[in-house]
């Protein structure tokens, strides 16, 4: 059978529109298996958080004060806490919490970042200079340390937590795009929207900004970890969320009173599902900058 046979035949029959999607999944999988598995840990507490009504068999804030520290059993499956609250429901409402941190607190630190990575890297001279040295002047401080001020001073609510972890993870986004923008401002396409007579912010957003973002969206699953892994310090330190609320980080804080006593399930189950959560974001992370880096793909 000719060539020109078989690509007839191919257009004749094409395949479904559901097994062309499978075959896309399964070709990414085969380039990034690992980011291929820290979707699907994603994925599942995405499930969990969003359908936390449904899954979990008792009210996350309700108090059994007959069942306090209660260990692991048919009723409770992870125990119950200090205040007789049950572990099992309280993990899966903390993923709320977890990507209603991470996720806001990205996006802020991209609209911040990426448009100071832009024109410090397009104009660069005494502007670039000024606008690094404030980036750096973020990056030189411990990030908890700093987080951990900030919040104790502004106020210990959620929205607080995410604009300080947003606008302190905001210069590696701006850093990203920063390197990007001074290898691209000098190309053909950048210098003919000069000549074409572009205004400034068209040549930043149009022409340079789809160019230069692929390695500050390859960081944001990375950055989303950080932001977990950070917020959950805050609680434990007790700056952050407050129990009774479930988080995760302030769920640890109250277990680790009781672990010398043996009842170790308070503090167990949180920490294992903040640690599974952290390590999904990175191996997606991982995954993205396999796919989004031409040299990572063409060595693999």
């Known amino acids: 059978m000719?060539?020109?046979?078989?690509?007839?035949?191919?257009?004749?029959?094409?395949?479904?529109?559901?097994?062309?999607?499978?075959?896309?999944?399964?070709?990414?999988?085969?380039?990034?298996?690992?980011?291929?598995?820290?979707?699907?840990?994603?994925?599942?507490?995405?499930?969990?958080?969003?359908?936390?009504?449904?899954?979990?068999?008792?009210?996350?804030?309700?108090?059994?004060?007959?069942?306090?520290?209660?260990?692991?059993?048919?009723?409770?499956?992870f125990g119950t806490d200090g205040n007789g609250m049950d572990v099992f429901s309280r993990v899966i409402y903390g993923a709320k919490f977890g990507f209603g941190i991470a996720i806001p607190a990205v996006i802020l630190s991209l609209v911040i970042g990426i448009p100071v990575g832009l024109i410090a890297g397009y104009r660069?001279?005494?502007?670039?200079?000024?606008?690094?040295?404030?980036?750096?002047?973020?990056?030189?401080?411990?990030?908890?340390?700093l987080a951990l001020a900030v919040v104790a001073a502004t106020g210990q609510s959620l929205l607080n937590v995410i604009l300080v972890l947003g606008v302190l993870d905001s210069p590696v986004f701006a850093r990203v795009v920063r390197a990007e923008v001074l290898g691209l401002r000098s190309s053909n396409f950048v210098e003919s929207a000069v000549a074409a007579g572009n205004p400034t912010w068209r040549i930043l957003f149009v022409h340079l900004l789809p160019n230069a973002i692929q390695g500050a969206m390859a960081q944001t699953a990375v950055r989303a970890a950080w932001a977990v892994r950070i917020s959950a310090t805050l609680a434990f330190l007790g700056v952050g969320i407050q129990a009774p609320t479930p988080e995760w980080g302030a769920m640890i804080r109250q277990g680790a009173e009781y672990m010398v006593s043996g009842q170790w399930w308070v503090a167990l189950y949180p920490g294992l599902a903040l640690i599974l959560l952290v390590f999904g974001l990175n191996l997606f992370g991982d995954g993205l900058q396999d796919l989004m880096d031409p040299r990572r793909r063409s060595a693999k």
């Open 2 to 77: 000719s060539d020109a046979t078989q690509t007839e035949l191919a257009h004749a029959n094409p395949l479904p529109v559901r097994a062309r999607v499978w075959n896309r999944f399964v070709g990414i999988f085969r380039l990034s298996p690992t980011g291929a598995i820290g979707l699907f840990i994603i994925l599942f507490f995405a499930l969990l958080a969003i359908f936390s009504a449904w899954i979990m068999p008792h009210d996350p804030i309700a108090a059994y004060t007959d069942k306090v520290l209660h260990p692991p059993s048919a009723e409770f499956w």
């Open 124 to 145: 660069g001279g005494l502007l670039d200079e000024v606008l690094m040295r404030f980036v750096d002047g973020l990056r030189v401080f411990p990030s908890i340390i």
